[in-house]
């Protein structure tokens, strides 16, 4: 493989023999009203203004991306001020939102166009298998608190959306390599036509990342080497849009030592994606969508376990304006088949299993006066443990002027049982530690949310919400053999604001804040020794700066600064951390320069004694575009 890796860095060298375009974009571009105006579609499932959302939204634009100087797609997702993530090693991470952050985090809902990338096998999301090409996406769509109604169970305290660009917004031809103390990598892409109605790309990744380390600077096994190929065709006749898109990736670590009999070898993950999507929109106004995508992810991993998913799934949506009203409603059936080979620590009795799950939702918005809109929707979702969930939401939206927007919605949301909730052993063949509950249910939260919205002339921008969850049958476990349980039950409660002020065209400057205060509690009857904290390990509070300047006509300076409270157990100390992005343009090249954690290393996850420390890196990248 990394004989593999050296050949494709080389091979990039070659692809950029073609005459490129790299183009900066003048933050006077687009004016904060104008991102203001920028259409989102993970609130109500419809195109609708970013300003009048009902919802805790914050979108990461594809300059955002750009100008960050990130190479991953978790990085990347640092930009959004309501997520929590948190790096546990060189290439997995922890991410979240509202709480409950852990590498297993299971109540945020992650979409890549419209493919869930969640395994069933625990409802999270394996990071470390996740990767996009970072020049193609379009905007990402951060959803912070539920989206049941529209996405359904484990759209709990979030959705993540990442939607890359059609096929003909990517015409051009794109190469990059990049080079950093803990990172090297490449990447190309070439886009053309299909007939006069269609267009493609296709492209091609391939990254090494360098050991993360110990406190003492001991060297962690985590080194990763990941490629991935993949394409996009888009077609349009008439009324009809036609989208048929795929990857294939690999990635492996190095071998990660031997302890007594046991050899741990490699991490070794894989996996292989096709969805296509149709939609048509109609005379009358109306639209309708049907999606369909199969997915493939094979992991061998010795020390956990070692799962082979297979994921089919298809999604009919379908939108019908009467007036002022507007009607949304549809349906879907996802089948999941698993094998699940034993590791030292971890197993899964049956060793296979097959499960479906199905689900019919329908959404209503009325315009009660010109000021008001109210939503009301329900979802029925049924799954193979608990049967039918239910999962209504009202929200009420106020346009209090043309410049501000107040909003409250009212919610029920779940996280239904996945295997390792019901089916779990550790440590197999008997799991005489840990046991899956036969019992375990739905772990429910009722949420009210109040949030504002506000543009203050054209240089300054505001977001602020407030939340509130009421948690019942959390998941908890009881005294060895520890029965995966419901014995935790509590609240939630906490603020997320940012806001964005551009004293001058060429300057723009961001920041964000979040707090979460969390008092749960074991119910009347749980033997469970460790409790709540088990849930996972947040901070109180958050926060981020961000500036970005355009620097002439072809230089740019982003600079951000982000602190994370401590983390209370495992305690891991709050840290401060100031990451430089510089980049020159000029009409066929983009030269950039990141350096991140400037003011040195800090840990981010996990206990004292085996936690990696990440240090100061920095990353020059060169990048052709035509």
């Known amino acids: 493989m990394l004989n593999w890796l050296r050949n494709a860095l080389s091979l990039a060298g070659l692809m950029v023999a073609g005459t490129v375009t790299a183009q900066g974009l003048d933050l006077a571009d687009l004016s904060l009203e104008e991102l203001g105006d920028i259409s989102v579609t993970s609130v109500s499932g419809r195109s609708e203004p970013l300003s009048t959302a009902a919802a805790s939204i914050y ?7 750009r100008r960050s100087g990130a190479t991953t797609l978790p990085e990347v997702l640092r930009l959004a001020p309501n997520l929590l993530v948190a790096r546990v090693d060189i290439a997995q991470y922890a991410i979240s939102a509202r709480g409950f952050n852990s590498a297993i985090a299971n109540k945020l809902l992650v979409l890549i166009d419209g493919r869930t990338v969640y395994t069933p096998l625990f409802s999270g999301v394996f990071w470390d298998m996740q990767d996009v090409m970072l020049e193609d996406i379009e905007r990402i769509e951060v959803i912070s608190g539920p989206g049941a109604t529209l996405w359904g169970t484990n759209a709990v305290n979030g959705v993540v959306n990442i939607i890359t660009r059609r096929a003909e917004a990517t015409q051009s031809t794109v190469a990059l ?15 053309g036509a299909l007939g006069e109605s269609g267009w493609f790309r296709v492209y091609g990744k391939a990254a090494r990342l360098e050991n993360s380390e110990r406190a003492d600077g001991t ?15 888009d077609l349009t006749r008439g009324q009809d849009k036609f989208t048929l898109q795929g990857d294939v990736y690999s990635g492996q670590s190095e071998h990660r030592g031997v302890a007594g009999p046991f050899d741990f070898d490699r991490l070794e993950v894989s996996g292989a994606n096709l969805l296509a999507r149709w939609t048509r929109r109609f005379a009358n106004g109306s639209d309708v969508s049907v999606q ?9 991993d010795f020390a956990l376990f070692s799962p082979e998913v297979d994921l089919f799934d298809v999604q009919i949506q379908h939108a019908v304006p009467f007036g002022s009203h507007k009607l949304l409603w549809g349906g879907g059936y996802r089948r999941g088949r698993d094998d699940v080979d034993d590791g030292l620590l971890v197993g899964f009795r049956p060793q296979s299993k097959e499960l479906d799950w199905a689900n019919l939702f329908v959404q209503t918005e009325f315009a009660l006066g010109d000021p008001l809109d109210l939503t ?39 996280r239904a049982p996945s295997r390792l909730d019901r089916e779990f052993v550790f440590p197999p063949p008997t799991g005489f530690v840990i046991l899956g509950g036969p019992n375990f ?4 939260a009722d949420i009210a949310e109040l949030g504002y919205r506000a543009q203050v002339g054209s240089r300054f921008s505001l977001s602020a919400t407030a939340f509130h969850y009421r948690w019942d049958k959390l998941r908890s476990g009881q005294l060895p053999p520890a029965l995966i349980q ?12 940012w806001a964005t002020w551009q004293p001058v065209d060429r300057w723009r400057l961001s920041a964000g804040l979040t707090r979460l205060t969390q008092d749960l509690a074991l119910k009347p009857g749980s033997t469970d020794p460790v409790g709540p904290s088990a849930l996972g390990n947040d901070p109180d509070h958050q926060w981020m700066l961000r500036s970005s300047h355009n620097i002439g006509q072809r230089h740019e300076l982003d600079i951000m600064l982000r602190h994370v409270d401590e983390l209370p157990e495992p305690h891991v100390p709050a840290y401060t951390a100031v990451d430089v992005n510089y980049a020159w343009h000029s009409d066929h090249l983009v030269l950039s320069l990141s350096v991140q954690n400037v003011f040195g290393s800090h840990p981010e996850s996990g206990g004292a004694e085996n936690r990696s420390e990440y240090p100061r890196g920095a990353y020059l990248k060169l990048q052709w575009s035509q």
């Open 59 to 65: 979108v990461i634009s594809d300059e955002d991306i």
């Open 177 to 191: 390599v990049a080079a950093g103390s803990r990172e090297i990598a490449t990447a190309a892409r070439y886009g």
């Open 219 to 233: 060297p962690v096994r985590d080194d990763w080497v990941r490629a991935q190929v993949g394409f996009r065709a």
């Open 292 to 300: 369909s995508y199969f997915d493939h992810t094979d992991r061998d």
């Open 376 to 414: 009301l929707g329900i979802k029925f979702e049924e799954n193979d443990y608990t049967g039918t969930e239910t999962l209504p939401s009202v929200r009420l939206g106020w346009r209090a002027s043309p410049a501000q927007f107040l909003w409250t919605g009212l919610s029920r949301a779940v």
């Open 441 to 444: 249910v739905s772990e429910v």
């Open 486 to 497: 419901n014995m935790i039950d509590g609240n939630a409660y906490g603020v997320e604001t």
